[in-house]
Structure formats: C-alpha cells, structure tokens
C-alpha cells in the first residue's frame, strides 16, 4: 500500500518501561553505595590517631614500616588518619592528616551522589563510566598524591616549625 511502512514498528516502540540496565550498573551502584556505607562506619567506629598516621593500625593492620625505622611516611601515610576526620566532618584535622586523603573522602562523597542521580535519572552508570575521558581526572590525582606525600614530609620532618 502506498504510504505505509512496509515493516511494523518494533514493540519496544510501544513500551514506556524504563531501560535494563547492565549488570555492571548494578555493580557500580553497589560499589557507591558500600563507600557511603564505609565512610558512615568510619564515622561512627574509628577514631582518627591524634598523630596524623597510624589510624589503620586500629584496623588490626601492621604500623607503617618507613615510619617505624626511619621516621619517613610512605606516599599513603595519614590517608586512613584524614579519611576517618573527613568521615567525622572535621575537614580541617583531614588536611592536615593528609591533604590526599581529604580529597579521596571528598570524591567519594560526589561519586555516591553520581551514582545515585544516574540511577535516579534512569542511566546506566558502567555506560557513563566508560563514556567518560578520565585522563584529565588521573592527573590531577596523580599530582595531588605527590604533593600531600611533599606535604607530609615536610610535616613529620617538622618543616612547618
């Protein structure tokens, strides 16, 4: 017949339900999830060494080998301290812990609300998580972990006075 399409449109074209989702989105959304729920653990059950280091020795973890013989913090040194302030909302003990560690608290934060917006949105987040161009985002952290390792340095050498 003149004027109609020779193929019937497609079911899904009929079908107002939501999009499946990967597997893998489910995943991810579990992963962001887990460390909300481990910053929320952190908050509640681990208390950050006064030291500025060390709190992951409260984990049942050895003390840091570096700073055991040599008085050296290793690149991750006071990550677990400022994360568990950062957990507790006591952002400036964070920084001073360790400036990485803050950062990583904070970026786990925005990547659980990400990942909450995306499944609210309807997205698939393993999708947008490999749609995205994360070079950018790799240097920065990269740069970032240098400079708090400088930082801590500095800070146990006693540089800062």
């Known amino acids: 017949m003149l004027g109609m399409p020779s193929d019937p449109l497609p079911p899904s074209a009929f079908d107002d339900s939501p999009p499946r989702r990967s597997t893998e989105h489910w995943v991810v959304l579990g992963i962001a999830l887990s460390g909300a729920v481990a910053l929320l653990l952190f908050a509640l059950f681990l208390e950050p060494d006064a030291r500025g280091y060390g709190t992951h020795?409260?984990?049942?973890?050895?003390?840091?080998y570096p700073m055991l013989a040599w008085n050296f913090p290793c690149p991750g040194c006071g990550v677990t301290t400022s994360v568990a302030s950062a957990a507790r909302g006591d952002l400036l003990d964070s920084f001073v812990a360790q400036p990485f560690g803050l950062l990583l608290a904070l970026l786990a934060v925005v990547f659980v609300l990400w990942a909450v917006a995306g499944q609210l949105r309807g997205r698939d987040l393993w999708v947008d998580l490999h749609t995205r161009d994360w070079f950018p985002l790799v240097v920065?952290?990269?740069?970032?972990?240098a400079a708090s390792w400088i930082y801590k340095i500095a800070a146990v050498r006693g540089w800062f006075g």
Do not use: H, Y
Not at 57 to 64: A, I, N, Q, S, V
Not at 140 to 145: G, K, N, R, Y
């Open 57 to 64: 020795e409260r984990l049942g973890l050895k003390p840091c």
């Open 140 to 145: 920065v952290l990269i740069t970032a972990m």
